[in-house]
Nanobody, 117 residues
């Protein structure tokens, strides 16, 4: 099983980034997918998620209206489009695959997003 995030980087406040998560080694189309983030000295927090079919998604209040998740089940890819980025969006962003309420759960190693002028 592999989840590999990419697309992070340094961006100015108000800018945009798109994160990608490439999945392999499990039946991607049967798994819900989520983005989490963790800033230094803070707990890992949920950012956004999408069910396996892609027909429903949910967002943390802090990102709703600015971030959009999407997935391509043919390419085993999961995305996070981030707009109007703020300094407090700076964190290590992880994707997670969820096989259901009791798992299995798989995590990537993260991609760093830094929002700074």
């Amino acid at each position: 099983v592999q989840l590999v995030e990419s697309g992070g980087g340094l961006v100015q406040p108000g800018g945009s980034l798109t994160l990608s998560c490439a999945a392999s080694g499990f039946p991607f189309k049967d798994f819900g997918m989520n983005w989490y983030r963790q800033a230094p000295e803070k707990e890992r927090e949920f950012v956004a998620g999408m069910i396996s079919s892609g027909r429903w998604s949910n967002y943390a209040d802090s990102v709703r209206g600015r971030f959009t998740v999407s997935r391509d089940n043919d390419k085993n890819m999961f995305y996070l489009q981030m707009n109007n980025l703020r300094a407090d969006d700076s964190a290590l962003y992880f994707c997670r695959a969820s096989g259901g309420p009791t798992g299995p759960y798989y995590w990537g190693r993260g991609t760093q997003v830094t929002v700074s002028s």
